[in-house]
């Protein structure tokens, strides 16, 4: 079947993503797969309707229509809002960085951060996508995902980024049944070497909606102090959400 219009839009939307916030014409028609002449034509209706922007550089950015268009996911936006003072509560505890992510298909979202003082390498901002297996919010999400996600990231998905990523769909399967057991995830510099983290769902009415993680240094000695202030801050959050909380529609990935 021949591609529409509306796909061939929206595969050049799609190829934006954290890595690719700026992106030359040449290089959004090869990975949208489309000609450099229909990638042009498009790319400038795009502009004219403010979905994207074109750079002195020629490089294409996002819109700002496009950014407005996304301050309308409601169910994200009542979630970053709800959660926002928990998270600025737990910085002020603990000093360090502070994340709330959601999944989106075989990767994690991150919706917030709070930035800590401590000299942490971290690659995540808000907005930006991760992989799910390495990430202590990423494990938790995926722990709790449905049966066709996990076992699309176990087979495919489990990329090494250093040499402590867990990589072993054996053991990565170990991990997902402990977190759901014990409540939580940690890494250990599993993205980036210099970073541990550990992590817990956002539970409300059996459904797990967003992750709340922290980044450290070194988890030893303190990891049972920041899992209870972030289980604390968890049902806080579950509590607020409750009064408007829809269940997940079935078949979302």
């Excluded at 797969?33 to 042009?40: A, D, E, F, R, V």
């Excluded at 790319?43 to 496009?66: H, K, P, Q």
Aim: with cysteine.
């Amino acid at each position: 079947m021949a591609a529409t219009v509306s796909s061939k839009l929206l595969s050049l939307l799609g190829t934006f993503d954290s890595r690719h916030r700026r992106q030359t014409l040449s290089g959004m028609a090869r990975r949208s797969g489309l000609p450099i002449s229909t990638t042009h034509r498009l790319l400038a209706e795009l502009a004219e309707w403010g979905a994207v922007r074109r750079l002195d550089s020629g490089e294409y950015v996002i819109g700002r229509r496009i950014w407005r268009l996304g301050l309308l996911a409601a169910g994200e936006v009542e979630l970053s809002r709800v959660a926002e003072p928990f998270l600025h509560d737990i910085h002020a505890a603990t000093r360090a960085v502070v994340h709330l992510a959601v999944r989106e298909g075989t990767e994690v979202l991150y919706l917030d951060r709070v930035s800590g003082h401590a000299s942490v390498p971290i690659v995540s901002s808000t907005g930006s996508r991760l992989p799910l297996h390495s990430t202590g919010v990423g494990k938790v999400l995926l722990a709790h995902a449905p049966a066709e996600i996990q076992e699309e990231v176990l087979t495919h998905g489990l990329t090494r980024i250093t040499a402590f990523t867990v990589t072993e769909p054996g053991r990565m399967r170990a991990q997902l049944h402990r977190i759901r057991r014990d409540g939580y995830a940690q890494t250990f510099e599993e993205m980036t070497l210099g970073a541990c983290s550990v992590a817990v769902p956002v539970e409300v009415e059996g459904h797990v909606v967003a992750a709340l993680g922290i980044v450290v240094p070194d988890l030893r000695n303190v990891r049972a102090r920041l899992v209870a202030a972030l289980q604390v801050a968890a049902r806080g959050i579950a509590r607020m959400l409750e009064p408007s909380f829809h269940p997940p529609e079935a078949g979302l990935g």
